[in-house]
């Protein structure tokens, strides 16, 4: 990745963040053009050689405009700030295409278009595992989210779906969605508009007359998996594509039995959020609720927030590590983690849960600004798939242009070289490395100065808690 140009201060986020909030305003807003935008995306899209990845996904054009022009043309469609026919009745229309030849494109039941995600994932994925150090935790995130389709009829394979946001039905697909993150950006590997696993709850069938040899095809027979089934699929696919993570982060839904058991026969290990049912876990011979293990487990006395225990689920005997977290405000309520790396600490389960917000905020930022629920209204099951995968891309393009901006290990081998890279830094290391730097230059001055720098850093320590105190052990002054 070479940097092109120096970033817009305007633009920059302050914090580390998956979500490139700042990029898409700035491009979708009237202050940034749309030839400004059209300009940055096609070097973008150049870069990633994303003409190479369609070819490898059987996309295809087999005359007149070329599939690359068609496909840029559909991923800038946000940022004109109108739908499709309305961009084809304005300024914008090429002449020399037509509103049938859009369509046709969407419509292609031979067109891969997950096979065409997920190498693109893994060819973002890999250039931004160049630019940390090798031994930072990567992740897979498991989501679901509701499209709904509530006017819609006829759309095929559109289902009766459960909205556990708002806890009602609701008319569409759920989007069952697959990310990668390395706690600083969050690229979408892969996803399955799921329609439902019972016919009863299906208002429209696949159409008979798509080529069952076909993706398209496929794609359908994929909808109708259930849940778990479709999620593992999504998984064991992006690893064998070459994806590399070292954890999956679920929620409570993902997080039973049969499925951290499935994930550990691909060699993986989950993290995830546990919900009290009915489940109990084997610990020193007997079984227990997750409510009775924390009154074993935390202290009511201590201000410690976390503790975990080991234990072995019941059927299968998987040992796990359970966290409990407890409400600060509330001392009887607790949140529960589970992780099947028995040897990871308490914190840093913590700490790497907190990574699966991330894929909230993609699901936000495709739904609010990408135009992921009102860009096609269509009834193909295949132009779903298309536009909901153009959709995924505009987020990894803009995520890759918020890393090129933001990163300076972009700027070319020698600051790749010499930067450091970006990481957690303990506690521990950066006051150690604070209290060096300020000896190093304390010795620097001359003696009158050195020995009042020597009485204050020292009475600074001694005025410290032990814990600070032991931090520092070799940080003394030389005669």
Request: aromatic content about 12%; overall charge positive; some cysteine.
């Amino acid at each position: 990745m070479t940097k092109q140009k120096a970033p817009n201060p305007g633009i920059i986020e302050s914090s580390q963040t998956s979500m490139p909030r700042k990029v898409l305003t700035r491009m979708i807003h009237q202050n940034y053009s749309v030839e400004q935008s059209k300009t940055e995306i096609s070097f973008t899209l150049t870069k990633l050689r994303v003409a190479q990845l369609l070819q490898k996904a059987n996309i295809r054009k087999a005359c007149g405009v070329s599939v690359g022009e068609l496909f840029q043309f559909l991923l800038m469609l946000a940022f004109y700030g109108k739908n499709l026919f309305r961009v084809l009745t304005s300024d914008h229309k090429r002449t020399e295409i037509s509103k049938n030849t859009f369509y046709r494109f969407l419509n292609t039941p031979t067109y891969n278009w997950k096979r065409f995600l997920v190498l693109l994932a893994v060819r973002v994925t890999d250039a931004f595992s160049k630019l940390t150090n090798s031994n930072r935790v990567k992740v897979l995130i498991l989501d679901d989210s509701v499209t709904p389709r509530q006017r819609s009829k006829a759309v095929e394979l559109l289902a009766r779906i459960h909205d556990h946001v708002f806890n009602r039905y609701v008319k569409g697909f759920n989007m069952l969605t697959l990310g990668w993150s390395d706690g600083f950006s969050f690229v979408p590997v892969a996803f399955n508009l799921l329609s439902s696993a019972k016919p009863n709850n299906r208002y429209q069938e696949a159409s008979n007359a798509i080529d069952h040899r076909t993706s398209g095809w496929k794609a359908r027979m994929d909808s109708m998996l259930t849940k778990p089934e479709a999620a593992f699929q999504m998984i064991k696919y992006a690893l064998d594509m070459g994806i590399k993570a070292d954890y999956v982060l679920m929620d409570s839904w993902f997080t039973t039995e049969p499925f951290v058991k499935f994930l550990a026969g691909l060699g993986i290990h989950v993290i995830g959020m546990v919900k009290q049912l009915t489940q109990t876990y084997l610990y020193n011979g007997r079984y227990y609720t997750l409510p009775k293990l924390a009154r074993l487990v935390m202290d009511k006395g201590s201000g410690r927030i976390y503790r975990s225990i080991v234990v072995k689920t019941k059927r299968e005997n998987i040992p796990v590590r359970i966290v409990f977290v407890r409400n600060r405000n509330k001392i009887s309520e607790h949140l529960y983690l589970m992780t099947t790396d028995i040897a990871m600490s308490d914190a840093e389960v913590i700490r790497l849960y907190g990574n699966r917000w991330s894929i909230e905020t993609f699901f936000k930022a495709s739904k609010s600004l990408l135009k992921l629920q009102n860009e096609f209204q269509t009834r193909s099951y295949d132009a779903a798939v298309a536009h909901t995968a153009i959709v995924f891309t505009r987020y990894t393009v803009l995520e890759w242009i918020r890393r090129d901006n933001n990163d300076p290990r972009t700027y070319g081998g020698l600051f790749f070289a010499l930067c450091d890279e970006v990481q957690d830094i303990e506690f521990a290391e950066a006051l150690k490395s604070l209290m060096e730097l300020l000896i190093n230059i304390a010795m620097n001055f001359d003696s009158e100065n050195t020995s009042m720098i020597k009485s204050k850093v020292t009475y600074w320590i001694n005025s410290q808690p032990r814990f600070i105190k032991a931090l520092l052990p070799k940080l003394g002054w030389e005669s």
